[in-house]
């Protein structure tokens, strides 16, 4: 992969007496479509309804992005039943993730007001697992136990039409209802390969196994994981901007390490980057989960440049050019630079 320096204003010329280092910075990196999506409708629903919009769990997992949006008026809950009764006619926003068929119900019977943000691709895969459900097959999922997107989509279907798997271990041990009868569907921001290998085995088990119409991993996922593999080779040190609960995020970790980074970190913020124990380093990979926001990368490349001669290329692989529709109730509603400039810098 050849990689282009970036433009550095005189500004932010680095000192001479500084070590070099180079930054390798991955493209695409940070929000995909379905998570701008769900952010704007938040902000969106704050501007046309007014403070306080409720948000049924984080609307996507990162806690800078949270915490903008409660600076702005949202307030978030675990369950429906946590909006107090003065409240009920104001929004309620389900995350990014989905949720499941009973979430939506509750909302009604309680005559909650909600909008949906739940991602589009997500969407794809819940009616992925119903289509092979009416077609009388058993759904496999393969994804991470306790995830939300994996609570939301199991609970697309009736009690005991899906079963989990995570590992080729697990597919091993498996013992479905029907073995000629079965259906998958996957989580959508898993790793690439190692999803590959897991449906490899079920295959291999269970040959009439019925694949989904289209892939389940989402774009987004498969662009920032092949960035990464790309930009890995001959890095010191890989960073990921994410949040320990971000599934995607941490993939990308996994993904840097494996294609050859000689280490990889996790890291929500600059402030957590252990300075002292870097040692000498030359390469920095630098890229972002899809629910990280771009001001933390430019956080952090400042961060490098106060302590390092640094230059910054360019690992670009694919542009991106998806853009998903805010719900209707709030497509009237414009939406400025200046409202997303908390988590997309000015």
């Known amino acids: 992969m050849e990689f282009r320096p970036a433009e550095t204003p005189a500004s932010q010329a680095p000192a001479p007496s500084k070590s070099a280092l180079t930054i390798r910075l991955c493209g695409p990196r940070g929000f995909c479509a379905g998570v701008d999506r769900a952010i704007q409708i938040v902000v969106l629903a704050l501007k046309e309804f007014g403070a306080p919009v409720y948000v049924?769990?984080?609307?996507?997992?990162?806690?800078?992005?949270?915490?903008?949006?409660?600076?702005?008026?949202?307030?978030?809950?675990?369950?429906?039943?946590?909006?107090?009764?003065?409240?009920?006619?104001?929004?309620?926003?389900f995350s990014a993730h989905g949720v499941p068929k009973s979430v939506p119900a509750d909302a009604d019977q309680r005559n909650l007001f909600y909008l949906d943000a739940t991602c589009p691709l997500v969407s794809k895969v819940h009616k992925q697992a119903m289509r092979h459900n009416r077609m009388g097959r058993h759904v496999v999922l393969i994804g991470h136990a306790g995830h939300p997107e994996v609570i939301g989509t199991m609970g697309q279907l009736p009690e005991g039409s899906v079963s989990l798997v995570e590992t080729i271990d697990d597919v091993d041990t498996y013992t479905p209802p029907d073995p000629d009868n079965l259906g998958f569907v996957t989580q959508t921001t898993l790793s690439v390969d190692d999803t590959a290998g897991v449906i490899k085995r079920l295959h291999e088990r269970f040959p009439h196994l019925t694949a989904p119409a289209a892939d389940s991993i989402c774009y987004a996922t498969t662009n920032r994981q092949e960035a990464v593999k790309q930009a890995a080779p001959g890095c010191d040190l890989f960073l990921i901007v994410g949040a320990p609960n971000s599934s995607n995020s941490k993939r990308l970790v996994e993904v840097a390490l494996r294609s050859g980074a000689r280490q990889s970190v996790l890291v929500q913020r600059a402030a957590e980057i252990d300075w002292d124990t870097l040692g000498d380093i030359r390469t920095v990979g630098l890229s972002a989960g899809a629910s990280a926001p771009e001001v933390i990368v430019n956080e952090i490349i400042e961060a490098f440049r106060a302590r390092y001669d640094?230059?910054?290329?360019?690992?670009?692989?694919?542009?991106?050019?998806?853009?998903?529709?805010?719900?209707?109730?709030?497509?009237?509603?414009?939406?400025?630079?200046?409202?997303?400039?908390f988590v997309n810098g000015d």
Request: proline share 6%; net charge negative; aromatic share 4%.
């Open 310 to 341: 640094a230059v910054v290329e360019l690992a670009d692989t694919v542009e991106e050019t998806e853009n998903f529709l805010v719900n209707r109730e709030l497509r009237h509603v414009p939406l400025t630079q200046a409202d997303m400039a």
């Open 56 to 93: 049924r769990h984080e609307i996507v997992h990162n806690r800078y992005v949270v915490e903008g949006l409660e600076a702005k008026g949202a307030i978030f809950v675990e369950e429906l039943d946590e909006i107090p009764p003065e409240h009920r006619k104001q929004p309620v926003v």
